[in-house]
């Protein structure tokens, strides 16, 4: 079977956009806030980035929201990340709703994820299911390791599609691009199968900080890498 890659028309922007939302912690302690308040501006910006990836055309965003990893952190800091995902949902969905955003929630969700929480997952995604203008997909309680393991143990053979078949969101297409804020360099067991072939970028910016201008830069590197890479499959200059 063909390699299945993300498709990159020259000059165009992703039709898939993931983002690794790293410093809300950082952010807040240098501002002598508790980390709470980190995570509570971190979540401010996702709405407004969510916002602008839809007025910039983006099809697919995907936003890391809580790693399997996360559960080892201190259980007030737990405790405060999932009241805010809780409350970030009842606020957030009917919005999404009217701007014809479909939400979906990849990742375990079994215990220890409140039954709650599970509960308001499944409303958000009943309601949104319809629209078609994008798709926001939040990973909560997941790990890219963890999401192969669990296709690999029910996997009855095939190839790349068949094993596809089996992740939380088969259908969706690989991120053509992954940015990750905060200063670090590295993928933090995130869409591990999806984003074999996706550009990164790295920015310096802790996420509460990351603006709309520093989204449309890493928007035109991708232009810039994409264009560069379609000349020289061309036979232009390198």
Same mark, same amino acid.
């Given at each position: 079977?063909?390699?299945?890659?993300?498709?990159?028309? /020259?000059?165009?922007? @992703?039709?898939? #956009?993931?983002?690794?939302?790293?410093?809300?912690?950082?952010?807040?302690?240098?501002?002598?806030? @508790?980390?709470?308040?980190?995570?509570?501006?971190?979540?401010?910006?996702?709405? *407004?980035?969510?916002?602008?990836?839809?007025?910039?055309?983006?099809?697919?965003?995907? +936003?890391?929201?809580?790693? *399997?990893?996360?559960?080892?952190?201190?259980?007030?800091? +737990?405790?405060?990340?999932?009241?805010?995902?809780?409350?970030?949902?009842?606020?957030?969905? @009917?919005?999404?709703?009217? /701007?014809? +955003?479909?939400?979906?929630?990849? !990742?375990?969700?079994?215990?220890? +994820?409140?039954?709650?929480?599970?509960?308001?997952?499944?409303?958000?995604?009943?309601?949104? $299911?319809?629209?078609?203008?994008?798709?926001?997909?939040?990973?909560?309680?997941?790990?890219?390791?963890?999401?192969?393991?669990?296709?690999?143990?029910?996997?009855?053979?095939?190839?790349?599609?068949?094993?596809?078949?089996?992740?939380?969101? @088969? $259908?969706?297409?690989?991120?053509?691009?992954?940015?990750? *804020?905060?200063?670090?360099?590295?993928?933090?067991?995130?869409?591990?199968?999806?984003?074999?072939?996706?550009?990164?970028?790295?920015?310096?910016?802790?996420?509460?900080?990351?603006?709309?201008?520093? #989204?449309?830069?890493?928007?035109?590197?991708?232009?810039?890498?994409?264009?560069?890479?379609?000349?020289? !499959?061309?036979?232009?200059?390198?």
């Amino acid at each position: 079977m063909a390699e299945s890659r993300p498709s990159r028309a /020259e000059g165009a922007d @992703p039709r898939h #956009l993931a983002i690794i939302t790293d410093g809300n912690g950082r952010w807040a302690k240098r501002r002598g806030l @508790p980390v709470q308040a980190g995570h509570r501006a971190g979540a401010e910006t996702v709405r *407004t980035r969510l916002r602008d990836a839809v007025e910039l055309g983006i099809r697919e965003l995907t +936003v890391y929201a809580f790693s *399997t990893e996360n559960w080892a952190r201190s259980p007030r800091e +737990v405790r405060g990340l999932i009241e805010l995902l809780s409350e970030y949902i009842d606020r957030v969905t @009917p919005e999404l709703h009217a /701007e014809g +955003v479909r939400l979906r929630f990849i !990742g375990e969700r079994g215990r220890p +994820v409140p039954e709650s929480l599970v509960e308001k997952m499944e409303w958000a995604e009943r309601l949104t $299911e319809g629209n078609e203008r994008m798709v926001f997909c939040v990973p909560f309680n997941y790990g890219g390791r963890a999401e192969i393991v669990r296709v690999a143990r029910r996997f009855a053979g095939g190839g790349e599609e068949q094993f596809r078949a089996g992740l939380y969101a @088969p $259908e969706m297409a690989d991120p053509q691009l992954l940015i990750r *804020t905060g200063g670090e360099r590295r993928l933090s067991n995130y869409l591990l199968w999806q984003a074999a072939h996706s550009e990164l970028v790295f920015s310096e910016r802790l996420w509460p900080d990351f603006s709309r201008g520093d #989204l449309e830069a890493a928007l035109a590197e991708y232009r810039e890498r994409t264009g560069r890479q379609a000349r020289a !499959g061309r036979g232009g200059g390198g």
